[in-house]
Each structure stands twice: as structure tokens, then as C-alpha cells.
């Protein structure tokens, strides 16, 4: 069975740093596409980044250099960290798992075969 635990998630002040953890396992980790996605209360939940096998990523625009995917092959785990966060960085993270990673392109919802719990992150101002 495929399980995404994800870790990390809390409230900072504007500025600060986060860095959120995905422990997954049940399937072959070098076979699949990882990524963050967000979801902010009346909000789509929509993708913030992904890297593929090969280790290559994708950043949503708004990341803007602050953010940073990446794995842990050894470990089964994909991070993001979070750096110069601002208030409307404030959402439910998600950790995700697709087949395959469009090219060049973030993951969207309908690619995804696996999902994590979630884990809050909460930026005041």
C-alpha cells in the first residue's frame, strides 16, 4: 500500500523558514514523479513544485527562488524547503505522487495517483 506521511508543517512569522519532509513508501520511489501542492481555505489546491526521476524540477512562479524542491533516494523522502516566507504562503501542504511528470510542466490534480494527509503552514505578518 502507497503511503505519503508528510512533517514540517507550523506557524513562523513572515521572513521565516520551514521545511517540510514526505516519507513514502509502497511503491518503486525511482519510478515516479514527487511534488508540493497548496491549498489555501476557498482556494484550488494547485501545484507549487515537482521533480521527476531524473531529478529535474519545476517551480510554480509565485516560489520565485524562495522555495526548494528535492529528494532523499536513499531515504524514500522528498523535502521542500521554505525560505523568506510571506503571509499568503499560508495553506495546507500536500505531498504527492504521479506516474509521470509532464515536461517542463508542474503536476496538476488530475495527474496525481497518491496523496499525503497534509501539514499546515501558517505565516503571520
Known amino acids: 500500500q502507497v503511503q505519503l506521511v508528510e512533517s514540517g508543517g507550523g506557524s513562523v512569522q513572515a521572513g521565516g523558514s520551514l521545511r517540510l519532509s514526505c516519507a513514502a513508501s509502497?511503491?518503486?520511489?525511482?519510478?515516479?514523479?514527487m511534488g508540493w501542492f497548496r491549498q489555501a481555505p476557498g482556494k484550488e489546491r494547485g501545484g507549487v513544485a515537482r521533480?521527476?526521476?531524473?531529478?529535474?524540477?519545476v517551480y510554480a512562479a509565485f516560489v520565485k527562488g524562495r522555495f526548494t524542491i528535492s529528494k532523499d533516494n536513499a531515504k524514500n523522502t522528498l523535502y521542500l524547503q521554505m525560505n523568506s516566507l510571506k503571509p499568503e504562503d499560508t495553506a495546507m501542504y500536500y505531498c504527492?505522487?504521479?506516474?509521470?511528470?509532464?515536461?517542463?510542466?508542474?503536476?496538476?490534480?488530475?495527474?496525481?495517483?497518491?496523496w499525503g494527509q497534509g501539514t499546515q503552514v501558517t505565516v503571520s505578518s
Open positions: 521533480v521527476d526521476r531524473d531529478g529535474l524540477v
Open positions: 504527492a505522487a504521479a506516474e509521470t511528470c509532464r515536461w517542463s510542466l508542474l503536476l496538476r490534480v488530475a495527474d496525481v495517483g497518491y
Open positions: 509502497g511503491y518503486s520511489w525511482g519510478s515516479v514523479c
